[in-house]
T-cell receptor
Framework: GQQLNQSPQSMFIQEGEDVSMNCTSSSIFNTWLWYKQDPGEGPVLLIALYKAGELTSNGRLTAQFGITRKDSFLNISASIPSDVGIYFCAGQRSNFGNEKLTFGTGTRLTIIP | SQTIHQWPATLVQPVGSPLSLECTVEGTSNPNLYWYRQAAGRGLQLLFYSVGIGQISSEVPQNLSASRPQDRQFILSSKKLLLSDSGFYLC??????????FGQGTRLTVV
């Protein structure tokens, strides 16, 4: 099935640095979601975006719904050790919950001591 | 509030043995339910989804099957496990706002 292209695949940063990752698609999505997965756990929703151009924050996290509706970005400011994990984007073509989500391939974030 | 339960958390099964993973949802009715598989260090692969009792859609041909015997129950099964069935299995519920909520996952190791 289709997958979203997520980059970078992995990131190695120092504590306190800012992080940026993005997700792109060849087709339009009307909903973009960002998830974080800790080892051995299910993904947890971070931010949901429903409108092109929308910019939404959740604490140190900020995500944007690209104006073309084919991409989305997630930024993390002033990273801390608990930010370590895998970040997934997900898209859905409709704004209703009766269509399956398409997930990105994930970005693994590692903080170097 | 809605919660999703998935069990068992870990499972080690021999090749050729059967499998049954269960997922239940509380706090909502007629949910859309999904089974995903995640290989080590990889993304999420959609296996099955269900929009109602007895309604199953399969995304990829494989050694697994799914059933929806009750409104809030979704079961992933196999008659004979293969080594390649090892992975992290996640059940998810997607609400009307398209936000997916995941269970804690089942780590399956086929030996």
């Amino acid at each position: 099935g289709q997958q979203l292209n997520q980059s970078p695949q992995s990131m190695f940063i120092q504590e306190g640095e800012d992080v940026s990752m993005n997700c792109t698609s060849s087709s339009i999505f009307n909903t973009w979601l960002w998830y974080k997965q800790d080892p051995g756990e299910g993904p947890v929703l971070l931010i949901a975006l429903y409108k092109a151009g929308e910019l939404t924050s959740n604490g140190r996290l900020t995500a944007q719904f690209g104006i073309t509706r084919k991409d989305s970005f997630l930024n993390i400011s002033a990273s801390i050790p608990s930010d370590v994990g895998i970040y997934f984007c997900a898209g859905q073509r409709s704004n209703f919950g009766n269509e399956k989500l398409t997930f990105g391939t994930g970005t693994r974030l590692t903080i170097i001591p | 509030s809605q919660t999703i339960h998935q069990w068992p958390a870990t499972l080690v099964q021999p090749v050729g043995s059967p499998l049954s993973l269960e997922c239940t949802v509380e706090g909502t009715s007629n949910p859309n339910l999904y089974w995903y598989r995640q290989a080590a260090g990889r993304g999420l692969q959609l296996l099955f989804y269900s929009v109602g009792i007895g309604q199953i859609s399969s995304e990829v041909p494989q050694n697994l099957s799914a059933s929806r015997p009750q409104d809030r129950q979704f079961i992933l099964s196999s008659k004979k496990l293969l080594l390649s069935d090892s992975g992290f299995y996640l059940c998810a519920w997607i609400g009307t706002n398209t936000e997916a909520f995941f269970g804690q996952g089942t780590r399956l190791t086929v030996v």
